[in-house]
């Protein structure tokens, strides 16, 4: 069975810093593609960003673009989101999600990102 | 910027029927853009139910059905259910740096 399970969300200052984990287990890590995507409070989805399964290839929606960095460890079975300068708008829950260049498949059950002062 | 379009709401009576559609800014939906559709309810994740235009997921009831109609992604409810009222989301693929595109989603209320 699929699993994802997101970690390291919390409260952070304007312009802080955070760093999200997602764990994976029940496939074979490394030759998925795999996403971060988030909703902010009564909002719709938004994709965050994305990174190839040998962590060569990554993308950025442009509202996060030079702020944000997605990478992952095969050896660890785990994907990363290193947020800084972050902003109020930032405040959403994140979700990790298994996919392939065509399909976004298995979600994790998300992690809050608070960003308020 | 581009722009994904869906319906802000629909109501379906239970057992009915009800098409949900996702258009772009740029022009027609064709099967290049893999259109993915997902189901969200409060509290919950959101769950896959269609890939690459009409591909199920292996959980996504047989009730649904994805398709293009009239220049746009579309997703069919056959025999509704009230587990069926949710929040659905289309998502299609641009290319280039950022490639994915959400709508803005569709309330499905089943009354």
């Known amino acids: 069975e699929v699993q994802l399970v997101e970690s390291g969300g919390d409260l952070v200052q304007p312009g802080g810093s955070l760093r999200l984990s997602c764990s994976a287990s029940?496939?074979?890590?490394?030759?998925?593609?795999m996403y971060w995507v988030r909703q902010a409070p009564g909002k719709g989805l938004e994709y965050v960003s994305d990174i190839s399964s040998n962590g060569g290839g990554r993308n950025y929606a442009d509202s996060v673009k030079g702020r944000f960095t997605i990478s992952r460890d095969n050896s660890k079975n785990t994907l990363y989101l290193q947020m800084s300068s972050l902003r109020a708008e930032d405040t959403a829950v994140y979700y990790c999600?298994?996919?392939?260049?065509?399909?976004?498949?298995?979600w994790g059950q998300g992690t809050l990102v608070t960003v308020s002062s | 910027q581009t722009e994904v379009t869906q319906e802000p709401s629909l109501t379906v009576s239970p057992g009915g029927t009800v098409t949900l559609t996702c258009a772009s800014s740029?022009?027609?939906?064709?099967?290049?853009?893999?259109p993915n559709w997902f189901q969200k309810k409060p509290g919950q994740a959101p769950r896959a139910l269609i890939y690459s235009t009409k591909n199920k997921q292996s959980w996504t009831p047989a009730r649904f059905s994805g398709s293009l109609l009239g220049g746009k992604a579309a997703l069919t409810l056959s025999g509704v259910q009230p587990e069926d009222e949710a929040e659905y989301y289309c998502?299609?693929?641009?290319?280039?740096?950022?490639?994915?595109?959400f709508g803005g989603g569709t309330k499905l209320t089943v009354l």
């Open positions: 999600v298994k996919g392939n260049s065509n399909e976004l498949g298995s």
């Open positions: 998502l299609l693929y641009y290319g280039g740096a950022q490639p994915w595109v």
């Open positions: 740029t022009g027609a939906v064709t099967s290049g853009f893999y």
């Open positions: 029940g496939f074979t890590f490394s030759v998925y593609v």
